[in-house]
């Protein structure tokens, strides 16, 4: 399933994260429209998505270093005594006698840097790397998120079939108290078993009330996870959640998600990025080792010989700037730290490629356990259901004591409960298997992150 258009990476996303205002939710909700209304208002998506606005200023930053500097200075002043001028600005040049009286001057100057040692191009693509990886952070976000949404959506699915189960039972000791009730009436029975009948009905309504109690918890955690504004209305209805526990099997062998997992997980293609940035830091460390070379040049005018603007003088001059410092002890040790963050960087992404096996191989574990679980609950409830229905015609026939009966009714809830809890492992077990192999449910309609040539 893939829902087209709902997450934009880069400056659209985060032009689009200071519009979105937490929204109530209400009416029916399907796990499709719960993970559409996450992508919208999930706070740890939209300060994901603002870590990327805020590298993408960085690179605004960094990439300015390498355009052409443009300045403009001006002058005018009138003075009763000879002063000394000294010009200023990207332009340079000589400095200028200004002479009793009126005096103006207009400088217009450039410098565009020639060579700096690739210091500025390896800053440039350090900072679009690390946007890069801050993309990749989204991704690890919202995949993060998909998974929380999807555990919490089936807690309250898990919590409805509780009550459905526990309400089944309690219609069904009812239905054995009205028998009882008659049969005591009747004198068939004793009143010690009406008063055994009575009792397990008023037993069983507690299990109902933990079952309802734990699903209006289920629906606020579920509302936490999706960023929803909680209503103010006391009387207002929860919000219905569409859908049913199923049984889809997956089949998955753990080479194919071992390879999956090192290809797409976004954990990993983020500290990837990160290496290469590093990489790229050491570099533009480097650079400070080598002379700059810079382009300079200016556009005058200035007063000429009368007071009139008219007779103002202009002139042009171009030329290169060279400056080399000599590295001292500070440059080495800003190499020394770049490179020790490039190894920080490759350690971490072994670190992180590890647990990304381990996660691979538990969730595979945890699928087929739970996929064992769910066919044997099945049986077990179809099993319980026959003996019951056997217990139940014993019963009238009196074949059976009352007794019997309660026991086999208790067995058929404790199978309908294993059956629905083994429904929920399974559906949890296949979505962290998506989310540890990185196997995603939104398209992003911006492409992602791709090498960068030096």
Known sequence: MFLSGLLLTGATVAAQTGAVSPAPLDGKIDLAEAIRFALEHNFAIRQARERIRAQEGVITTVTAAGLPAVSATGLYQRSNTPTLQFPSGAGGGLPVFVPIGRYWRLILGFQQTLYAGGGVQAARRGATLTRDAAVYELRTVVDRTLLDVKTRFYDVQLAREQIKVQEQNLQLLESEVRDTKNRYQAGVVSQFEFLRAEVAVANAKVPLITARNNHRLAIEELRRVLGAAPTDRKDAPPPEIVGELGFEPVVADLRSAMAAADRDRPELLRLRKLQEAAAAGEISARAEYFPSVALVGSEELRKGATDHFSDSRTGWRLGSQ????????????????????????????????????????????????????????????????????????????????????????????????????ALHSYNVSVAQLQRATG????EFTEPLPTAISP
């Open 322 to 421: 060279f400056q080399w410092r000599v590295a001292g002890r500070d440059t080495a040790g800003r190499v020394r730290q770049a490179e020790s963050q490039s190894a920080l960087a490759t350690l971490a992404e072994e670190e992180t490629g590890l647990a990304v096996q381990v996660e691979v191989r538990r969730a595979l574990s945890s699928l087929e356990a739970a996929t064992e679980l769910v066919r044997s609950a099945r049986q077990s409830v179809a099993q319980a259901e026959e003996a019951l229905r056997i217990a139940q015609v014993r019963y009238t026939a009196g074949a059976a004591t009352q007794l019997d009966l309660f026991k086999v009714q208790v067995e058929v809830t404790t199978a309908r409960t294993s059956q629905i809890s």
């Open 439 to 442: 196997a995603t449910e939104v």
